[in-house]
């Protein structure tokens, strides 16, 4: 059978349409992958203002539990996080921080991490 020249061709725009599911694809496994990357970002980060945090209180803890915390809320905070516990256990300085991270538009978590600091007992 023979297909005059008028006669429309059913299967254009075919390869369009797999492009475009393709092109989709991977385009949300882009946004995937920078949102796995956003909230380990995050969790470093809150790591880090934990651990300075914590080690800012331990410098100060013949202080007392204010002048130890105060000190770790603000290493805390510049580095980026936010104090949200922080408690003199003797000389040991315990440190909770967290970074809130948009790892998608509309799409917002915490990251949260803890740390210790204080004398070297041997």
Avoid: K, W, Y
């Avoid at 936010?82 to 991270?101: F, K, N, Q």
């Amino acid at each position: 059978m023979c297909r005059s020249v008028e006669e429309p061709h059913r299967e254009r725009g075919g390869a369009s349409v797999c492009l475009l599911v393709v092109g989709l694809a991977l385009v949300l496994a882009g946004m995937f992958g920078a949102a796995v990357g956003a909230a380990r970002a995050a969790r470093q980060q809150a790591a880090v203002a934990a651990d300075f945090g914590a080690l800012a209180g331990a410098g100060r803890a013949l202080d007392g539990d204010e002048a130890a915390c105060s000190a770790a809320a603000e290493i805390a905070g510049r580095n980026g996080g936010r104090l949200l516990v922080c408690r003199l256990d003797d000389l040991d300085v315990l440190v909770t921080a967290e970074v809130s991270v948009t790892v998608l538009p509309g799409l917002t978590r915490v990251a949260t991490a803890s740390a210790r600091a204080g004398p070297l007992r041997g």
